[in-house]
């Protein structure tokens, strides 16, 4: 019996220290997250990549070696797989680092499959993410078999989603109702936002609906983990760190908004710098809440957004 591939999109980490270099390179090589003229780009991003590694590989070092990107967006497949059944085949495609698209899709494609149904692990969606790993899957998909593909575009405000947040939120901190709640998504250049980029838009809605289940809390939303010289969406989150707690808030959580797993932005820029600015300007108690990786709730949300997509 045919079966329905779901194929979960996200950006994929380097699982070694000389990973790091080539995992840059295929970053800095993609024109959707990065425009360099398309002539120059490829000898362009092979001289950033160059330069950033030593400082990207630090990140890596402090996280024992590697990122955990694949580990857990496998266990988030597994978990779904076991959700939808038999009648699914669920795979992971990452756009610069293993499993490649191509790999992703060669496993689908043991099976006999009947429809595609393309699942990003960016709740919000911005062309420089979801919109890169459409493209990507596009360019491959050519060389398979062509059976219909159902793209899940964002799913920054399905209740199931703002559900798993808000149950993740409540199970880590005891007495929520005494923190700041200061949420943290990946920055973005402005000119991407200004080209009509949704991202914030929906990063904002995200925060707002999550919010309404803490009527009493007070929040904020910072953007983190700006790279190169030109103007990314601000307030920066170690700057609003650095007011809140100059301005009296003792008891801080930072909520990462735009990540469903753990990776180098999560647990070296929160964990490690953050969490020592924080310290050293006195806060009395600072919570990071771990991003939902394979909360049965946020699994649930995919469940929901995978059969209502094929309805
Ligand atoms: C070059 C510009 C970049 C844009 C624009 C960008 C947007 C963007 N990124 C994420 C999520 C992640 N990015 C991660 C790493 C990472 N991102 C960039 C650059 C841009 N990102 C670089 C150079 C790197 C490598 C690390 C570094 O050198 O800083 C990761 C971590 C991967 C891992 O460790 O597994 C994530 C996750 C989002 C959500 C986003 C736009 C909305
Ligand atoms: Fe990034
Ligand atoms: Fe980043």
Redesign the pocket.
């Known amino acids: 019996m045919s079966k329905i591939g779901v194929v979960l999109l996200n ?4 699982d070694s220290l000389s990973a790091v270099e080539p ?2 390179y295929n ?2 090589s993609d024109h959707d ?2 425009e360099i003229p398309r002539l120059i780009q490829k000898p362009v991003a092979r001289l950033i990549a160059k330069l ?1 590694a030593e ?2 590989k630090h ?2 070092e402090v996280m024992g070696g590697k ?3 694949r580990e857990q967006t496998e266990q988030q497949a597994k978990a779904l797989q076991n959700v939808l059944g038999e009648n699914y085949k669920v795979v992971v495609a990452m756009r610069y680092w293993h499993p490649f698209t191509e790999e992703a899709l060669r496993e689908l494609f043991t099976e006999d499959i009947s429809k595609i149904v393309l699942l990003p692990m ?1 709740p ?1 969606y ?1 062309k ?2 979801t919109g890169s790993s459409f493209n990507e899957f596009e360019r491959v998909f050519k060389r398979f078999p062509q059976v219909p593909v159902i793209r899940i575009i964002s799913y920054h405000n399905h209740p199931a989603y703002i559900r798993a947040m808000v149950e993740n939120i409540k199970e880590h901190l005891q007495s929520w109702e005494s923190y700041f709640f200061l949420f943290t ?5 402005v000119q ?1 936002i200004k080209r009509g980029d949704p ?1 914030k838009d929906q990063t904002e809605e995200t925060v707002k609906l999550i919010m309404e289940h803490f009527p009493e809390v007070s929040y904020a939303l910072g953007y983190q ?1 700006k ?2 010289p030109v103007k990314w969406l601000e307030p920066f989150t170690d700057k609003l760190i650095e007011e809140l707690i100059k301005s009296g808030v003792k008891r801080l959580a930072l909520i990462p908004v ?2 469903v797993c753990e ?3 999560t647990l070296y820029e929160l964990d490690v710098q953050y969490k020592s600015l924080a310290e050293s300007l006195g806060v009395e108690s600072f919570v990071r809440i771990p991003t939902l990786k394979d909360h049965p709730s946020f699994i649930e949300a995919l469940r929901q957004l995978v059969i209502s997509s094929l309805q």
């Open positions: 950006m994929g980490g380097p995992f840059l970053l800095f997250i990065i950033r400082k990207t990140y890596y990122s955990p990107q960016y919000q911005s420089t993410t998504a990946h920055s973005l250049p991407v991202y983990s790279i190169g735009s990540f990776h180098s932005e």
